[in-house]
């Protein structure tokens, strides 16, 4: 899925099959006035002669020379199948690029190629691209100076300078994982399949943009391949500073880092892969480890797992023998429950929720349009409720908006959305302590316990790190839940509904009248 600003809809042409459809090579023209004519003169006539490559330069408002130059280019040898753009407004580097590809994806293109104009990389090397990509399964392809004998001496490349590349790409590969031999080459491609999943368009503007690219293709596990190229070093200073630049890559890498690791979320990533849902019943101090034990000390029959997910807490539950049902939109993973019913939770189903001695609701209001509606639909449309279902039990769970790091961060004014966490993007509702408590007794339920759960750390860091953490966290959640709950869990009675109410009411009338005409007849 593509994350663009809402816009009419266009029509995409389908992929076509790997090796069969066109490649776009951008020319990406930021300050290279004086070099475009040459770079062009350079690039193989197997690429401008063939009718699988198309050509597009973009130049921003800061001046024409270089669009110029490219257009005068294109007529004098009538190049048909190029493009040459002067924006009306002053573009960054990665603004260009991000121009470029969406013109790619919505222009049917199977790979898009982008070499600077600026003459420091060999357009000789384009052919090799097409041969990689159409050999293989590459969704990145990056043209290294430092992989497999590439010499960047050969190129007058600064000591410093060298150094300085090396270092930052050695800490960039240890944040992410990975064994890149350079992070920093402006001359790649990419398949349009794989620009099709990423919200590149979320990216920087900068020179930071290719980082944030790589590191979108780490994150969705794309196929990146590396190949070598020589590079004509000319010392000219980028129009964003080199300390500047590492210290913005260093920080998107950490930022990865941290993504991962589950500490700090960012919308770059959304939707880079399937969000998979994780097992936290064993996670200490967590609060599906929580809700287990409320159902251990509740000791239900039966339980419905509305919202069940993959169903990680419902086969915790079945080994306790407890019989259980899931509502989610989903299917879960199969033999986690008893039985399974596929609803839309912010539409209707029919399932009386407390003909089961339990009802789990985790992490699920903050998800619904309207919490309240729901949990006063869940009492009123049950036909037993007040009857036979004293057992009955709500056990939900939800996030504390007022957590510490969000009031931390609103005091530094930052008020960020991400793809998981307190402030998941897709979270609807959010609820301090007090208006949890509220919200559920006016919806008619009386408060029998709430629990502050902390921080889980332990899902993020595996160990007695993570351990004592979780457990510091517990601690302090408890002592003020307030500020320090990550989450808090509510185990909570239902009350009668208006229909339960009624039809006792009807029913003490009878009796009534029943006990009446006796005394009325001896009279």
Same mark, same amino acid.
């Given at each position: 899925?593509?994350?663009?600003?809402?816009? @009419?809809?266009?029509?995409?042409?389908?992929?076509? =099959?790997?090796?069969?459809?066109?490649?776009?090579?951008?020319?990406?023209?930021?300050?290279?006035?004086?070099?475009?004519?040459?770079?062009?003169?350079?690039?193989?006539?197997? %690429?401008?002669?063939?009718?699988?490559?198309? /050509?597009?330069?973009?130049?921003?408002?800061?001046?024409?020379?270089?669009?110029?130059?490219?257009?005068? *280019?294109?007529?004098?040898?009538?190049?048909?199948?190029?493009?040459?753009?002067?924006?009306?407004?002053?573009?960054?580097?990665?603004?260009?690029?991000?121009?470029?590809?969406?013109? $790619?994806?919505?222009?049917?293109?199977?790979?898009?190629?982008? /070499?600077? $104009?600026?003459?420091?990389?060999?357009?000789?090397?384009?052919?090799?691209?097409?041969? #990689?990509?159409?050999?293989?399964?590459?969704?990145?392809?990056?043209? =290294?100076?430092?992989?497999?004998?590439?010499?960047?001496?050969?190129?007058?490349?600064?000591?410093?300078?060298?150094?300085?590349?090396?270092?930052?790409? *050695?800490?960039?590969?240890?944040?992410?994982?990975?064994?890149?031999?350079?992070?920093?080459?402006?001359?790649?491609?990419?398949?349009?399949?794989?620009? =099709?999943?990423?919200?590149?368009?979320?990216?920087?503007?900068?020179?930071?943009?290719?980082?944030?690219?790589?590191?979108?293709?780490?994150?969705?596990?794309?196929?990146?391949?590396?190949? @070598?190229?020589? +590079?004509?070093?000319?010392?000219?200073?980028?129009?964003?500073?080199?300390?500047?630049?590492?210290?913005?890559?260093?920080?998107?890498?950490?930022?990865?880092?941290?993504?991962?690791?589950?500490?700090?979320?960012?919308?770059?990533?959304?939707?880079?892969?399937?969000?998979?849902?994780?097992?936290?019943?064993?996670?200490?101090?967590?609060?599906?480890?929580?809700?287990?034990?409320?159902?251990?000390?509740?000791?239900?029959?039966?339980?419905?797992?509305?919202?069940?997910?993959?169903?990680? +807490?419902?086969?915790?539950?079945?080994?306790?023998? %407890?019989?259980?049902?899931?509502?989610?939109?989903?299917?879960?993973?199969?033999?986690?429950?008893?039985?399974?019913?596929?609803?839309?939770?912010?539409?209707?189903?029919?399932?009386?929720?407390?003909?089961?001695? #339990?009802?789990?609701?985790?992490?699920?209001?903050?998800?619904?349009?309207?919490?309240?509606?729901?949990?006063?639909?869940?009492?009123?449309?049950?036909?037993?409720?007040?009857?036979?279902?004293?057992?009955?039990?709500?056990?939900?769970?939800?996030?504390?908006?007022?957590?510490? $790091?969000?009031?931390?961060?609103? /005091?530094?004014?930052?008020?960020?959305?991400?793809?998981?966490?307190?402030?998941?993007?897709?979270?609807?509702? /959010?609820?301090?302590?007090?208006?949890?408590?509220?919200?559920?007794?006016?919806?008619?339920?009386? %408060?029998?316990? +709430?629990?502050?759960?902390?921080?889980?750390?332990?899902?993020?860091?595996?160990?007695? %790190?993570?351990?004592?953490?979780? *457990?510091?966290?517990?601690?302090?959640?408890?002592?003020?839940?307030?500020?320090?709950?990550?989450?808090?869990?509510?185990?909570?009675?239902?009350?009668?509904?208006?229909?339960?109410?009624?039809?006792?009411?009807?029913?003490?009338?009878?009796?009534?009248?029943?006990?009446?005409?006796?005394?009325?007849?001896?009279?």
């Amino acid at each position: 899925m593509l994350f663009t600003d809402p816009g @009419p809809a266009t029509y995409t042409p389908p992929m076509p =099959s790997r090796g069969s459809g066109r490649i776009l090579l951008v020319l990406v023209a930021h300050h290279a006035e004086e070099r475009v004519a040459r770079v062009l003169e350079r690039i193989p006539q197997g %690429v401008l002669g063939s009718d699988r490559w198309d /050509l597009l330069l973009i130049e921003d408002s800061s001046g024409r020379e270089a669009a110029l130059a490219a257009r005068r *280019w294109v007529d004098a040898r009538g190049f048909e199948r190029a493009r040459v753009l002067v924006s009306p407004v002053d573009l960054g580097y990665g603004e260009i690029q991000k121009l470029a590809l969406r013109h $790619a994806l919505d222009g049917g293109y199977e790979l898009v190629v982008v /070499l600077p $104009a600026d003459g420091q990389y060999p357009p000789e090397d384009l052919p090799r691209f097409a041969e #990689v990509y159409d050999g293989g399964d590459a969704d990145v392809i990056l043209a =290294s100076r430092f992989v497999d004998g590439g010499d960047p001496g050969s190129g007058k490349m600064p000591l410093i300078q060298r150094a300085g590349n090396r270092f930052v790409t *050695w800490l960039q590969n240890r944040l992410c994982g990975q064994r890149l031999s350079e992070y920093h080459t402006g001359f790649r491609a990419y398949s349009a399949a794989f620009l =099709s999943e990423i919200p590149f368009e979320f990216d920087a503007n900068e020179y930071d943009f290719d980082t944030d690219v790589l590191l979108q293709a780490f994150y969705a596990g794309a196929q990146i391949v590396e190949i @070598p190229t020589r +590079v004509d070093y000319d010392n000219r200073i980028r129009s964003m500073g080199r300390v500047r630049y590492a210290r913005r890559v260093l920080s998107a890498s950490l930022g990865y880092r941290l993504h991962r690791m589950g500490i700090f979320c960012s919308l770059k990533f959304r939707g880079a892969k399937p969000l998979l849902y994780e097992d936290k019943t064993a996670v200490l101090y967590s609060s599906h480890a929580a809700a287990l034990e409320c159902v251990r000390r509740l000791a239900p029959q039966t339980l419905l797992d509305i919202g069940c997910g993959p169903g990680f +807490v419902a086969a915790r539950c079945e080994e306790m023998g %407890v019989r259980v049902t899931g509502l989610d939109f989903e299917e879960p993973l199969p033999g986690n429950m008893t039985r399974f019913i596929r609803a839309d939770l912010d539409g209707e189903f029919s399932e009386d929720a407390f003909e089961y001695d #339990v009802v789990l609701m985790l992490d699920v209001i903050e998800h619904l349009v309207d919490p309240e509606r729901f949990l006063v639909g869940l009492r009123n449309g049950s036909e037993v409720l007040g009857r036979s279902s004293e057992r009955a039990r709500l056990v939900l769970s939800t996030p504390n908006v007022a957590f510490a $790091a969000v009031r931390l961060n609103l /005091l530094l004014g930052r008020f960020t959305y991400a793809e998981r966490g307190i402030l998941d993007i897709d979270h609807k509702r /959010l609820f301090t302590r007090a208006t949890l408590l509220r919200a559920v007794r006016d919806c008619g339920y009386d %408060v029998e316990k +709430v629990s502050a759960i902390g921080a889980p750390f332990a899902a993020v860091f595996p160990g007695p %790190v993570g351990a004592f953490a979780g *457990w510091c966290s517990d601690r302090l959640a408890r002592l003020m839940p307030r500020l320090f709950a990550f989450q808090f869990l509510v185990v909570a009675r239902p009350r009668p509904g208006l229909r339960q109410l009624l039809a006792a009411s009807a029913e003490v009338d009878e009796d009534s009248a029943a006990e009446a005409t006796p005394a009325a007849t001896s009279a």
